[in-house]
């Protein structure tokens, strides 16, 4: 079966980095546009950030020049790399992917990241 495991969610202080994991299974990885979506506390889901199979990448306007996606096809994980954190950032950061061969949405269980200030 599918899954999806993140990792290196965490405490950090405004202005910190992180850099979030997530190794999937059960999938034709290297045919899969992967996502980044995040959930704060009494908010609905985002999307975040997108990295299609060919590698393009697409942010959403919240942390456009601050994140980045990237993707190891030969490890089977995506990565964000999170810079200049911001409160507002606090979420549970999820790991998805929807491909067509699937016919459904797969998530991961998720990834606390708490920003103090």
């Known amino acids: 079966q599918v899954q999806l495991v993140e990792s290196g969610g965490g405490l950090v202080q405004v202005g910190g980095s992180l850099r979030l994991s997530c190794a999937a299974s059960g999938i034709i990885f290297r045919l899969s546009d992967m996502d980044w979506y995040r959930q704060a506390p009494g908010s609905a889901r985002e999307l975040v950030a997108t990295?299609?199979?060919?590698?393009?990448?697409n942010y959403a306007n919240s942390v456009k020049g601050r994140c980045t996606i990237s993707r190891d096809n030969a490890k089977n994980t995506v990565y964000l790399q999170m810079s200049s954190l911001k409160p507002e950032d606090t979420a549970v950061y999820y790991c998805?992917?929807?491909?067509?061969?699937?016919?459904?949405?797969?998530w991961g269980q998720g990834t606390q990241v708490t920003v103090s200030s």
């Open positions: 998805s992917t929807e491909p067509s061969y699937l016919g459904e949405r797969a």
């Open positions: 990295i299609t199979r060919r590698g393009s990448t």
